[in-house]
């Protein structure tokens, strides 16, 4: 069976930026010049959406109950193919039983025709049928976090899945934990960043900012890339791309960077970058407080 690349972007928390993240980051790989399969595997819909697409998922359901090849639809993104979802799918977790039944997705990917650089699959906040079919297809694992105490517990409860599918899928790994929806400004931010560098070393991405241009792009059925070119959201989501092509492909990946003169830290004149040593309380806003 044909084995390829699978990031899957996964949190059991709801509303973390999962969908932007795996929606944006398949975005930013096809403006880099890869070809991408964004695979929607949420009942929601919210990744088809995002790049236009209204389904009723009952396609992709027939395709996992008959074991072949996924249904597969051209986007308006460049370089982006979408295996489209939608309410039908809700309806997954009764008709699957058996051994296998995780590995169904898998099985049916191996099948999927189109040459694809990388699948890019969102998943719902649940450790349903969905993810833990996304967690056996794949060998990456991305991981949207929210600063807030919620959001870390959420974490761990993940860290805790990951590690229950590592016997059949010994490859899988925990490559980029996403900070989202981050606010510099607030104590949190920093205080969960240190938790988060503490459990993840080398593994805590550059932040992705709370910023309004991501959140008005999936009104629009694009990325926000494309809605909004030059905007913090556009910037930080080139940067993390870049960012996480590099823990997945090594130091090759992005010697030639595409975005070399764009200047992906120019539009907020803040870099996105997570992690600078700081003064302490540097940056606090005493109203947000
Ligand atoms: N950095 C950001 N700035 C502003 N808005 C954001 C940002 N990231 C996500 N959002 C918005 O927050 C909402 C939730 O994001 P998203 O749909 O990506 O989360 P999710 O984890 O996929 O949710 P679900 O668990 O329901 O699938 C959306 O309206 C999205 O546009
Ligand atoms: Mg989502």
């Excluded at 929601?44 to 009723?56: C, D, P, T």
């Excluded at 699948?119 to 794949?138: E, R």
């Excluded at 960012?243 to 803040?270: F, H």
């Amino acid at each position: 069976m044909q084995m390829r690349k699978t990031v899957a972007v996964v949190n059991l928390k709801g509303g973390v930026g999962k969908t932007t993240t795996a929606v944006n980051f398949a975005a930013c790989l096809g403006e880099m010049g890869r070809k991408i399969l964004l695979v929607d595997m949420d009942p929601q819909g919210s990744a088809s959406l995002s790049v236009g697409v209204i389904n009723e998922g009952s396609e992709l359901l027939d395709a996992l109950q008959t074991n072949s090849a996924l249904p597969v639809v051209s986007t308006e993104v460049h370089n982006l193919d979408l295996v489209p979802s939608g309410m039908a799918m809700a309806t997954a977790n009764q008709w699957f039983t058996g051994d296998n039944v995780n590995e169904i997705l898998f099985q049916c990917l191996g099948q999927t025709r189109g040459d694809y650089d990388l699948v890019v699959i969102d998943c719902p906040p649940s450790l349903s049928f969905h993810t833990m079919n996304a967690l056996m297809a794949c060998q990456h694992v991305i991981v949207p976090v929210e600063a807030s105490f919620l959001g870390m517990n959420g974490l761990k409860q993940m860290a805790v899945a990951i590690e229950s599918v590592k016997p059949q899928n010994p490859d899988i790994k925990i490559e980029a934990v996403i900070p989202c929806r981050a606010h510099r400004r607030r104590r949190i931010h920093w205080e969960i960043m240190d938790q988060l560098n503490a459990m993840f070393p080398g593994r805590v991405s550059p932040i992705i900012r709370e910023n309004v241009a991501i959140t008005e792009a999936p009104g629009k059925g694009k990325p926000v890339i494309v809605t909004a070119r030059v905007s913090k959201g556009a910037d930080d989501y080139r940067l993390v791309t870049l960012w996480i092509d590099e823990q997945i492909n090594g130091e090759q990946a992005s010697t030639e960077s595409p975005y070399a003169g764009v200047g992906v830290e120019s539009s907020a004149g803040e870099s996105a970058y997570s992690y600078e040593p700081r003064e302490p309380n540097e940056e606090i806003n005493s109203d947000t407080y």
